[in-house]
């Protein structure tokens, strides 16, 4: 059984920075596509980085680029998010998300080509 859980989450001032962490269990993959998202107050959950785990190509929502960085560790299959200058736009619940079919092409930032998530880390930046 496929198990995602993340951690690292907080509250932390404008120009701060935070690291998540998501610990992944329950498959024998070695090529696949892992995400983050997220889903900002009233609005729909939304792609903010991607990494074909295997590969190692990346992808990345623009609002992000140059502040955030997705990394993983396949041999013990953590996946974590450096978050720097982080704004308050940036508030959010933040999700692990992790797809078999593959690398992520052009799907890591789509939420919907996720079927497995964890249950999701609070971020919250104040200015």
């Known amino acids: 059984q496929v198990q995602l859980v993340e951690s690292g989450g907080g509250s932390v001032q404008a120009g701060g920075s935070l690291r998540l962490s998501c610990a992944a269990s329950?498959?024998?993959?070695?090529?696949?596509?892992m995400g983050w998202l997220r889903r900002l107050p009233g609005k729909e959950r939304e792609g903010v980085a991607a990494?074909?785990?295997?590969?190692?190509?990346?992808d990345y929502v623009d609002s992000v680029k140059g502040r955030f960085t997705i990394s993983q560790d396949n041999a013990k299959k953590m996946l974590y998010l450096q978050m720097n200058s982080l704004k308050p736009e940036d508030t959010a619940m933040y999700y692990c998300?992790?797809?078999?079919?593959?690398?992520?092409?052009?799907?890591?930032?789509?939420?919907?080509?996720?079927?497995?998530w964890g249950p999701g880390t609070q971020v919250t930046v104040s200015s």
């Open positions: 998300a992790a797809h078999f079919r593959g690398n992520c092409g052009r799907d890591g930032l789509r939420a919907s080509a996720y079927p497995y």
């Open positions: 329950g498959f024998k993959y070695t090529n696949y596509c």
């Open positions: 990494i074909s785990v295997g590969g190692g190509n990346t």
